[in-house]
C-alpha cells in the first residue's frame, strides 16, 4: 500500500501553493478516526493530492470547521473539500471531476433533512476556487466563537460542535452562484456493525422512501448500492463507513 505523505497544515496556511494534482483538503482531527481512512480515500483518489488537515488551523477552531481552511488556500484553481466518512461507491470520480467556473460553488446536497429544509447542502463535500471564498475565511476567523455557536444557540443544530454548514450556505449566497450536485448521487446510511436493536431497519426504510420520492429511483441498497450512487455518507459517532461489503 502507498505510504501516506504527512502534510502539515501550517506549509500552506496563507501561503501560495504550488502543485501538480488538484487538490482535496480532509479532517482528521482527534481519534475518532485512524489513518486507514486517509489511506482508504487516498487509494481511491491517487491522481489528487490530498492536504490532510489533523490539527485545528487555530486552537480556538473546532472539529469540522477546520474545513474553513481550504478556503485560505492562495491558489487559482478549484480544490475540493469533503469529510472523511464518505465511502465512495461506483463512477465516483465523477463527483470531483464535475465542471466548475469562477465565482461558483458545488455542493453535495442533503435532501435528506427534514429540521432545516432552507438549508439544502450537506457539508459533506463542496468544490470551489478558494480565492472566491477568502472572504468566508476571513468572516469566520474574524469571530471564530460567535460562528460556532451561532447556528446551536438559534436552534438550528445541536450541539456541542455544529453548524458550518449552515455558516457556508449563507455565506456563499452573499456573493457566488450556489449549485447542488444531483440528488441521486448521494444518501446518508447507516451501517449494521454498530447498531444491537436492528434500528438501522427502520432508519434504512424510512431514507429509502425518501430517496425514492427526490430522485425517481427504487433503491439505494439491494446487495449493492444504486448505479446512480456516488458517495455515501455515514454521520455520527458510531457510524463509520465500512471499507468492505458489509453495509
Known amino acids: 500500500m502507498k505510504r501516506l505523505r504527512c502534510i502539515s497544515v501550517k506549509?500552506?496556511?496563507?501561503?501560495?501553493?504550488?502543485h501538480a494534482k488538484q487538490i482535496i483538503v480532509a479532517v482528521r482531527i482527534g481519534d475518532r478516526y485512524g489513518p486507514e481512512y486517509e489511506e482508504y480515500l487516498e487509494s481511491k483518489?491517487?491522481?489528487y493530492e490530498f492536504i490532510w488537515v489533523r490539527e485545528p488551523i487555530r486552537e480556538d477552531v473546532t472539529l469540522q470547521w477546520n474545513k474553513?481552511?481550504?478556503?485560505s488556500l492562495d491558489i487559482d484553481e478549484p480544490i475540493c473539500v469533503m469529510d472523511i466518512d464518505l465511502l465512495l461507491v461506483n463512477d465516483y470520480k465523477k463527483v470531483f471531476d464535475y465542471p466548475i467556473e469562477r465565482g461558483e460553488f458545488l455542493a453535495m446536497p442533503g435532501?435528506?433533512?427534514?429540521?432545516?429544509?432552507?438549508y439544502t447542502?450537506?457539508?459533506g463535500f463542496f468544490k470551489y476556487y478558494p480565492k472566491d471564498?477568502?472572504?468566508?475565511?476571513?468572516?469566520?476567523?474574524?469571530?471564530?466563537?460567535?460562528?460556532?455557536?451561532?447556528?446551536?444557540?438559534?436552534?438550528f443544530t445541536k450541539g456541542p460542535v455544529n453548524g458550518e454548514q449552515y455558516f457556508v450556505f449563507d455565506q456563499v449566497n452573499k456573493r457566488l452562484n450556489f449549485k447542488l450536485l444531483p440528488n441521486a448521487w448521494f444518501t446518508r446510511w447507516k451501517s449494521t456493525y454498530e447498531d444491537t436493536e436492528n434500528s438501522y431497519i427502520k432508519w434504512q426504510y424510512n431514507i429509502t422512501e425518501k430517496y425514492k420520492k427526490v430522485t425517481g429511483n427504487d433503491y439505494i441498497y439491494m446487495g449493492e448500492w444504486h448505479p446512480d450512487?456516488?458517495?455515501i455518507h455515514f454521520t455520527h459517532a458510531q457510524n463509520k463507513p465500512p471499507h468492505s461489503n458489509q453495509v
Not at 506549509?11 to 504550488?18: D, S
Not at 476571513?138 to 451561532?150: A, H, I, K, L, P
Open 11 to 18: 506549509e500552506y496556511v496563507g501561503t501560495e501553493v504550488k
Open 45 to 47: 483518489l491517487p491522481e
Open 68 to 71: 474553513m481552511y481550504g478556503m
Open 111 to 118: 435532501w435528506w433533512r427534514d429540521s432545516t429544509p432552507e
Open 121 to 123: 447542502l450537506n457539508g
Open 133 to 155: 471564498c477568502k472572504y468566508i475565511y476571513d468572516e469566520f476567523m474574524s469571530n471564530v466563537d460567535y460562528w460556532q455557536q451561532y447556528y446551536i444557540n438559534n436552534g
Open 229 to 231: 450512487l456516488k458517495l
